[in-house]
C-alpha cells in the first residue's frame, strides 16, 4: 500500500482544497474495489499474480519488450508458467511453459479457439468477423478457415507455386549478384522483405502484383497494418475509454480505405480477365489465391465479397514480414556462426547437382542442416513472439487453477522455445539440436511439440504453415548456394547486434549489412 499512500500524500498537497475531497473518496473507492476483488479471488484458486497498481493493473510490469518482461515475470512469479496478469481492464492469462501451453492449446483448445475483439482490427477487416486470424470462433471463421486450407495452403497447391517461388529467387540472386560485382554492400532485411512481399503478392495476384508498383504499394500497406495492430490500443485495455484512442482509429480508417481501393482493383481485374477467357479472348494463366477464392465463393456459405478483401489482406500481413525476418535472422545468425555457415554452404552445394543455374526445391529434401538451421530460427527467433490472444469462452478450471470467461490467453511462443526445461543451452544458436541423434531431433514446429509453437497448434494454427517454410528454405539455400559472406571492413562478428524492436511481429533494431561474394563455382 505504500506507493498509493505516497501519491495520495503528492496530490494531496499540490491540488487546490475543492479537488482534495474528490480524490479522497476516489482513493477509498479503489481501495474499496480492491478488497472486494481480492476477497473474491480468494474464493476461486486463480493463477499467480506479481503485485499490480489500481486502475492500470500491471501495465507498468510489460516493458518494450513484452515477451522478454513477461518471460521473466512468469519465472519469477509463476514457475509453472501460468500466470494472471492485469492490464488496464483486461484479465490475461500468460502462458510460458509447454505444460501449460499444451492445456490451454490441446487440451481445453475447445475453450479457447476465439478471440478476444480488437478495434483495430475490426476497423481494417471489415467487421469483427471478417477475416481469419482475429475473428472470433464461429460459424463464419470455421468457413472461412476451411476455405484457405483447403483451396490456398493445401500443400498440392504451395507446391504448384514452386515455379513461381524460383523466378522470385533469380531475381534477388541477380539483384545481389549487381552488388557483389561492385563490391557493395546488401541489407539482407530490406532485401528479404521485398522477396517477400513479391512471393505472396504474385501468389495473391498473379500477373497483376508489379502493375502499377502495386507490390510496393502492398508492402507499404502492410507496414501499416503491422505498426497499427501490433500498437497500444487504448480500447483494448480500457474499453470504457475509447474516445480517447480516436487519432489510432482514424489511422486505421484510413488505412482501410487505401487497402479497400487496391484490393477492388485487384477482384475487378480478375473478374474482366475471367470474362475474356470464358469469351476465348483472354490468356490463360495460373489461377493465383484471388482466382480461387472468386471461383469458389459459392461454395461457401456467407462468404462476401468484403470477406474475400478480409482473407486476401489477412495473408498479406501474415505472409509478408514473418518469412522476411525468419531469412534476416537465420543470415545474422550464420555470419556470426562462420562454421555453422560453411556446413549450411557444404550442405546445400553438395546437394545441388553441378552446372545447375538454381537450388530448386526438390534438391531441398536432402537438407537436413538447412531445415535445422530454420527450426533453430525459429525457436530463437519466432518473428511473432506473442502469438495472437486467445480467448476463454467459459469458465474452466486449468492445472487446478480458476479461468474466469472472458480472460486473454497470450502463449509466449519466445519463452517457450528458450523454457530451460525444454532445451540444452536454450541461448544458444545450435542447429544441431534438431539432426539426428540431438537432444531434440524429434521435436516439430506443426503444433504437435508444445515446447516449440512458432506457428501456434490447435485450431488456431497458421494455416499458411507450408507456404511459409517453402517460401524460407528455397531462398536461404539459394543465398547459401550462390555467394559467400562477409561482414564490412571494420565491422566483426562480435558486432554483429541481435537486439529486438517489439511490434505485431519482431524485428531487428539494426540493419544487417552483408558483403556477397560470387561463388567460384556458380
Same mark, same amino acid.
Given at each position: 500500500?505504500?506507493?498509493?499512500?505516497?501519491?495520495?500524500?503528492?496530490?494531496?498537497?499540490?491540488?487546490?482544497?475543492?479537488?482534495?475531497?474528490?480524490?479522497?473518496?476516489?482513493?477509498?473507492?479503489?481501495?474499496?474495489?480492491?478488497?472486494?476483488?481480492?476477497?473474491? /479471488?480468494?474464493?476461486?484458486?486463480?493463477?499467480?499474480s506479481?503485485?499490480?497498481?489500481?486502475?492500470?493493473g500491471?501495465?507498468?510490469?510489460?516493458?518494450?519488450?513484452?515477451?522478454?518482461?513477461?518471460?521473466?515475470?512468469?519465472?519469477?512469479?509463476?514457475?509453472? !508458467?501460468?500466470?494472471?496478469?492485469?492490464?488496464?481492464?483486461?484479465?490475461?492469462?500468460?502462458?510460458?511453459?509447454?505444460?501449460?501451453?499444451?492445456?490451454?492449446?490441446?487440451?481445453?483448445?475447445?475453450?479457447?479457439?476465439?478471440?478476444?475483439?480488437?478495434?483495430?482490427?475490426?476497423?481494417?477487416?471489415?467487421?469483427p468477423s471478417?477475416?481469419?486470424?482475429?475473428?472470433?470462433?464461429?460459424?463464419?471463421?470455421r468457413?472461412?478457415?476451411?476455405?484457405?486450407?483447403?483451396?490456398?495452403?493445401?500443400?498440392?497447391?504451395?507446391?504448384?507455386?514452386?515455379?513461381?517461388?524460383?523466378?522470385?529467387?533469380?531475381?534477388?540472386? *541477380?539483384?545481389?549478384s549487381?552488388?557483389?560485382?561492385?563490391?557493395?554492400?546488401v541489407?539482407?532485411?530490406?532485401?528479404?522483405?521485398?522477396?517477400?512481399?513479391?512471393?505472396?503478392?504474385? *501468389?495473391?495476384?498473379?500477373?497483376?502484383?508489379?502493375?502499377?508498383?502495386?507490390?510496393?504499394l502492398?508492402?507499404?500497406?502492410?507496414?501499416?497494418?503491422?505498426?497499427?495492430?501490433?500498437?497500444?490500443?487504448?480500447?483494448?485495455?480500457?474499453?470504457?475509454?475509447?474516445?480517447? /484512442?480516436?487519432?489510432?482509429?482514424?489511422?486505421?480508417?484510413?488505412a482501410?480505405?487505401?487497402?479497400?481501393?487496391?484490393?477492388?482493383?485487384?477482384?475487378?481485374?480478375?473478374?474482366?480477365?475471367?470474362?475474356?477467357?470464358?469469351?476465348?479472348?483472354?490468356?490463360?494463366?495460373?489461377?493465383?489465391?484471388?482466382?480461387?477464392?472468386?471461383?469458389?465463393?459459392?461454395?461457401?456459405?456467407?462468404?462476401?465479397?468484403?470477406?474475400?478483401?478480409?482473407?486476401?489482406?489477412?495473408?498479406?500481413?501474415? !505472409?509478408?514480414?514473418?518469412s522476411?525476418?525468419?531469412?534476416?535472422?537465420?543470415?545474422?545468425?550464420?555470419?556470426?556462426?562462420?562454421?555453422?555457415?560453411?556446413?549450411?554452404?557444404?550442405?546445400v552445394?553438395?546437394?545441388?547437382?553441378?552446372?545447375?543455374e538454381?537450388?530448386?526445391?526438390?534438391?531441398?529434401? !536432402?537438407?537436413?542442416?538447412?531445415?535445422?538451421?530454420?527450426?533453430?530460427?525459429?525457436?530463437?527467433?519466432?518473428?511473432?513472439?506473442?502469438?495472437l490472444?486467445?480467448?476463454?469462452?467459459?469458465?474452466?478450471?486449468?492445472?487446478?487453477y480458476?479461468?474466469?470467461?472472458?480472460?486473454?490467453?497470450?502463449?509466449?511462443?519466445w519463452?517457450?522455445?528458450?523454457?530451460?526445461?525444454?532445451?540444452?543451452?536454450?541461448?544458444?544458436?545450435?542447429?544441431?539440436?534438431?539432426?539426428?541423434?540431438?537432444?531434440?531431433?524429434?521435436?516439430?514446429?506443426?503444433?504437435?511439440?508444445f515446447?516449440?509453437?512458432?506457428?501456434?497448434?490447435?485450431?488456431?494454427?497458421?494455416?499458411?504453415?507450408?507456404?511459409?517454410?517453402?517460401?524460407?528454405?528455397?531462398?536461404?539455400?539459394?543465398? *547459401?548456394?550462390?555467394?559467400?559472406?562477409?561482414?564490412?571492413? !571494420?565491422v566483426?562478428?562480435?558486432?554483429?547486434?541481435?537486439?529486438e524492436?517489439?511490434?505485431?511481429?519482431?524485428?531487428?533494431?539494426?540493419?544487417?549489412?552483408?558483403?556477397?561474394?560470387?561463388?567460384?563455382?556458380?
Open positions: 500500500m505504500a506507493p498509493y499512500v505516497e501519491v495520495m500524500y503528492q496530490l494531496m498537497h499540490e491540488t487546490p482544497l475543492q479537488l482534495q475531497a474528490l480524490l479522497l473518496l476516489f482513493f477509498i473507492l479503489l481501495l474499496h474495489l480492491a478488497t472486494i476483488t481480492s476477497s473474491r /479471488n480468494k474464493a476461486k484458486r486463480l493463477p499467480p506479481p503485485p499490480g497498481l489500481p486502475v492500470i500491471h501495465l507498468h510490469l510489460v516493458g518494450d519488450l513484452p515477451h522478454v518482461s513477461l518471460c521473466n515475470l512468469s519465472r519469477t512469479h509463476a514457475p509453472d !508458467g501460468l500466470m494472471l496478469l492485469r492490464l488496464g481492464a483486461v484479465p490475461n492469462l500468460v502462458v510460458s511453459s509447454p505444460r501449460a501451453a499444451e492445456a490451454i492449446m490441446r487440451t481445453h483448445d475447445h475453450l479457447f479457439a476465439s478471440r478476444p475483439p480488437s478495434n483495430i482490427a475490426a476497423v481494417l477487416l471489415y467487421g471478417s477475416g481469419i486470424g482475429f475473428s472470433p470462433y464461429g460459424e463464419h471463421w468457413q472461412a478457415r476451411k476455405l484457405v486450407t483447403t483451396h490456398l495452403f493445401s500443400v498440392k497447391k504451395v507446391q504448384s507455386y514452386r515455379v513461381a517461388r524460383l523466378h522470385e529467387v533469380k531475381q534477388v540472386m *541477380a539483384r545481389i549487381e552488388a557483389a560485382a561492385s563490391n557493395a554492400a541489407d539482407l532485411g530490406e532485401t528479404m522483405n521485398a522477396y517477400a512481399n513479391d512471393m505472396v503478392c504474385r *501468389a495473391v495476384s498473379g500477373k497483376f502484383f508489379r502493375a502499377e508498383g502495386r507490390n510496393k502492398f508492402r507499404e500497406l502492410v507496414e501499416a497494418n503491422t505498426a497499427l495492430l501490433g500498437g497500444f490500443n487504448l480500447k483494448d485495455y480500457f474499453p470504457r475509454l475509447a474516445i480517447l /484512442n480516436r487519432f489510432v482509429s482514424n489511422k486505421a480508417e484510413q482501410h480505405r487505401r487497402w479497400d481501393e487496391l484490393l477492388e482493383t485487384i477482384i475487378s481485374d480478375h473478374e474482366k480477365n475471367s470474362m475474356h477467357q470464358e469469351n476465348g479472348t483472354g490468356e490463360q494463366e495460373d489461377t493465383d489465391f484471388t482466382d480461387v477464392l472468386l471461383s469458389v465463393q459459392q461454395e461457401f456459405r456467407g462468404i462476401t465479397r468484403d470477406h474475400i478483401k478480409a482473407i486476401l489482406m489477412d495473408i498479406f500481413a501474415a !505472409g509478408t514480414e514473418t522476411a525476418l525468419v531469412l534476416e535472422s537465420a543470415m545474422a545468425e550464420l555470419i556470426r556462426n562462420p562454421q555453422l555457415m560453411i556446413k549450411l554452404q557444404s550442405e552445394r553438395n546437394n545441388t547437382p553441378r552446372g545447375q538454381l537450388v530448386e526445391e526438390e534438391n531441398l529434401s !536432402g537438407m537436413k542442416y538447412l531445415k535445422a538451421v530454420v527450426k533453430e530460427t525459429l525457436r530463437l527467433y519466432p518473428p511473432v513472439p506473442l502469438l490472444p486467445h480467448l476463454a469462452m467459459a469458465d474452466c478450471k486449468v492445472d487446478g480458476t479461468i474466469p470467461a472472458g480472460t486473454r490467453a497470450i502463449i509466449n511462443s519463452a517457450l522455445g528458450r523454457y530451460p526445461g525444454s532445451w540444452e543451452k536454450p541461448e544458444e544458436f545450435v542447429p544441431e539440436r534438431f539432426l539426428e541423434g540431438g537432444a531434440t531431433a524429434a521435436v516439430d514446429l506443426r503444433g504437435k511439440d515446447q516449440f509453437v512458432p506457428f501456434g497448434a490447435g485450431r488456431r494454427i497458421c494455416p499458411g504453415l507450408n507456404f511459409g517454410l517453402a517460401t524460407v528454405e528455397i531462398m536461404l539455400a539459394n543465398l *547459401a548456394y550462390f555467394f559467400d559472406w562477409e561482414l564490412p571492413a !571494420g566483426k562478428k562480435e558486432d554483429v547486434d541481435m537486439a524492436v517489439f511490434g505485431l511481429t519482431v524485428r531487428r533494431k539494426e540493419k544487417l549489412m552483408l558483403l556477397p561474394r560470387t561463388h567460384i563455382a556458380v
